[in-house]
């Protein structure tokens, strides 16, 4: 079975900065997705970006970035120009055969 | 923008009572899904519908919990009797039918279940 660890459960970035989540996962698969979703309180989960196995070049997503390591299977979330309206919980999210499977999750802090 | 419609946003319920959950999927959206995510964890799967037949109930205490999606659009999930254990938030979440392995789930709000 797939496992996705997500090894920080809090993260806090000063607003304007950058700050990177990290994503590790277990699978014997050669082709599926990766992708980040975004929490924030009290509202619905959101997709922010997407990783296909099978592609080198990172995804970008304009301030979100990823530094995907197949080899080393990690998956991690860089935010640039880090702003208020980040703060919320970040899952890692792996998927192959439409079956997602899910980290526990970053709590991200933006402080003004 | 289209989004997944779920109902109520919050119940709260004494154990061994019964409890409901509606979901309505983005149109034309072929898969659903219904999520458990208990408080500072991820979402686990507990059901996966294709139209309306079921594709992945494996994580479904079926014991007490039942789901249907009878006309292939919108899905019922029901718990009887409900336990402690259950307090949770219960998403659902619908995708299209893309080329296998991708498919780019939509959530809904979700409903905050609090047993007493």
């Known amino acids: 079975a797939q496992t996705v660890t997500q090894s920080q459960p809090e993260m806090s970035v000063q607003e304007a900065e950058t700050v990177t989540l990290s994503c590790t996962y277990d699978t014997s698969e050669s082709d599926y997705y990766l992708f980040w979703y975004k929490q924030p309180p009290s509202r619905q989960m959101i997709l922010v970006i997407r990783q296909e196995a099978y592609k080198q070049q990172n995804a970008t997503e304009n301030r979100f970035s990823v530094n995907f390591q197949k080899a080393a299977k990690s998956f991690s979330l860089k935010i640039s120009d880090s702003q208020l309206g980040d703060a919320a919980m970040y899952f890692c999210a792996y998927n192959a055969g439409n079956m997602l499977t899910f980290g526990g999750g970053t709590r991200l802090m933006v402080k003004p | 923008e289209a989004e997944v419609a779920q109902s109520p946003r919050y119940k709260i319920t004494e154990k061994s009572q019964a409890v409901a959950f509606w979901c309505d999927p983005i149109s034309g959206h072929a898969t659903l899904y219904w999520y458990r995510q208990i408080l500072g964890q991820g979402p686990e799967l507990l059901v996966q519908?294709?139209?309306?037949?079921?594709?992945?109930d494996s994580q479904l205490p079926k014991d007490r919990f039942s789901a249907e999606r009878l006309k292939g659009v919108d899905s019922t999930l029901k718990i009887q009797p409900a336990e402690l254990g259950d307090s949770a938030m219960y998403l659902c979440?619908?995708?299209?039918?893309?080329?296998?392995?991708?498919?780019?789930?939509?959530f809904g709000p979700g409903t905050r279940l609090t047993v007493l």
């Open positions: 979440a619908s995708s299209l039918v893309l080329r296998e392995g991708y498919n780019e789930q939509f």
């Open positions: 519908f294709q139209d309306e037949s079921v594709v992945d």
